[in-house]
């Protein structure tokens, strides 16, 4: 029987940026072997549109996104959070796993300040991709 595939939830204070890359990148390198959740603990009003902008440079359309508020539930649904910034707002769950990834806030930053950051959430969600759900692995949906 095919293994569940894995769910990550990225979280960053506003759900507005950084987790909404991180989500863009997963969900785009992905394909469909991994589902993604992105959630913020103090959500803003919408994405930052230097972060669209962003994504839009590498082909990849976050501007259908809204940011969303953590919910404990959605953590415990997850099986990596990851978060970026937030800290302690998360709920903690045993059988959780949970990472930091320390990136600077996109928040009020121009496009060249984006963009590293952009290229940095790419890495590593293209590290984290290749750990949880290497191509070639067959999952179903759970």
């Known amino acids: 029987m095919p293994a569940p595939?894995?769910?990550v939830l990225f979280v960053c204070v506003h759900n507005a940026g950084r987790s909404q890359m991180a989500a863009g990148f997963l969900t785009a390198l992905g394909g469909g072997r991994v589902e993604v959740r992105s959630a913020g603990s103090a959500p803003a009003e919408a994405i930052n549109p230097v972060a669209v902008e962003a994504m839009a440079e590498v082909g990849i359309d976050i501007s259908d996104q809204a940011p969303k508020i953590l919910t404990p539930d959605t953590v415990e649904r997850s099986d990596v959070v990851?978060?970026?910034?937030?800290?302690?707002a998360c709920p903690v769950f045993p059988g959780?796993?949970?990472?930091?990834?320390?990136?600077?806030?996109?928040?009020?930053?121009?496009?060249?300040?984006?963009?590293p950051i952009r290229d940095q959430i790419r890495?590593?969600?293209?590290?984290?991709?290749?750990?949880?759900?290497?191509?070639?692995t067959e999952q179903s949906v759970r």
């Open 96 to 115: 959780v796993d949970y990472r930091d990834w320390a990136l600077a806030d996109p928040a009020g930053q121009g496009i060249d300040a984006v963009r």
């Open 123 to 136: 890495s590593l969600v293209v590290d984290l991709l290749a750990e949880i759900a290497p191509a070639g």
């Open 82 to 88: 990851i978060t970026m910034g937030c800290g302690d």
């Open 5 to 7: 595939i894995p769910s």
